[in-house]
């Protein structure tokens, strides 16, 4: 069973930082783009970041940009997204995806993505 498992949310104050992991089984994801999305309560699922398999091409949403890092090394998973400078805002649920599409096609209306881990919640009090 193909799996995506997210980790490392958890409860941080503003301004301060959480790393989060995505590892996967039950297949290879080789040429894969891998993802994170996040959705707090109340609002739409919203793209944060994807990198290219080999991890070279990445791709964020302009409200993380200089905060989060997404990263994996070349050919292989976990991906982990570092994300700094949290602000309330950054509050949600994140989830990991795979999809074949590029990375800066990732976040685009309408785009669906063909799997998901089960989300990790992140939380940042002010």
């Known amino acids: 069973q193909v799996q995506l498992v997210e980790s490392g949310g958890g409860l941080v104050q503003a301004g301060g930082s959480l790393r989060l992991s995505c590892t996967t089984s039950g297949r290879t994801f080789s040429g894969y783009s891998m993802g994170w999305l996040r959705q707090a309560p109340g609002r739409e699922r919203e793209f944060v970041a994807a990198?290219?398999?080999?991890?070279?091409?990445?791709y964020y949403v302009d409200s993380v940009k200089g905060r989060f890092t997404i990263s994996k090394d070349s050919a292989k998973t976990p991906v982990y997204l570092q994300m700094n400078s949290l602000r309330p805002e950054d509050t949600a649920v994140y989830y990991c995806?795979?999809?074949?599409?590029?990375?800066?096609?990732?976040?685009?209306?309408?785009?669906?993505?063909?799997?998901w881990g089960q989300g990790t919640q992140v939380t940042v009090s002010s």
């Open positions: 995806a795979a999809d074949l599409r590029p990375p800066s096609t990732w976040g685009r209306k309408g785009a669906s993505y063909e799997h």
């Open positions: 990198v290219s398999w080999g991890g070279s091409s990445t």
